[in-house]
C-alpha cells in the first residue's frame, strides 16, 4: 500500500471543493485528515455537531509491478455515527458563597 496516495472524498457530494485531498472538510459536520505516513484517518466534529452520521469515502493506491505501476483502488466509504451529548457539569462547592 502506498499511505502517501490516501485521498479522501465526501460521500455525495462530487461539489465540495477540498475532495481528492488528504485534509477533507465536511461543512457543519466537521474535517477528515489523513496521516500519509501511517494511513490513519481521523474525524475531527466541528463544534457545533454533536449527533448525526456524516459520512466519506477514501481511495489509496497498490505498487504492483504490472502497467500501469500504481494500481488505485476503489472508493471506499467511512460512516461515524457520532452522538456526543452536551454535558454541563457543575460543582456545588463553587456555587455556594462562603460567608
Not at 56 to 79: F, Q
Request: hydrophobic share 35%; proline share 9%.
Amino acid at each position: 500500500l502506498l499511505y502517501s496516495s490516501i485521498r479522501l472524498f465526501e460521500y455525495n457530494n462530487a461539489s465540495n471543493p477540498t475532495n481528492n485531498t488528504i485534509l477533507l472538510d465536511i461543512p457543519g459536520k466537521g474535517t477528515f485528515s489523513a496521516n500519509t505516513a501511517t494511513g490513519l484517518i481521523t474525524f475531527t466534529p466541528a463544534p457545533s455537531f454533536v449527533s448525526g452520521v456524516v459520512e466519506a469515502e477514501y481511495r489509496i493506491s497498490n505498487k504492483w509491478t504490472g502497467m500501469p505501476p500504481i494500481h488505485p483502488s476503489g472508493r471506499k466509504k467511512i460512516t461515524i455515527d457520532f452522538n456526543c451529548p452536551k454535558k454541563i457539569i457543575t460543582n456545588p462547592h463553587i456555587l455556594q458563597r462562603k460567608k
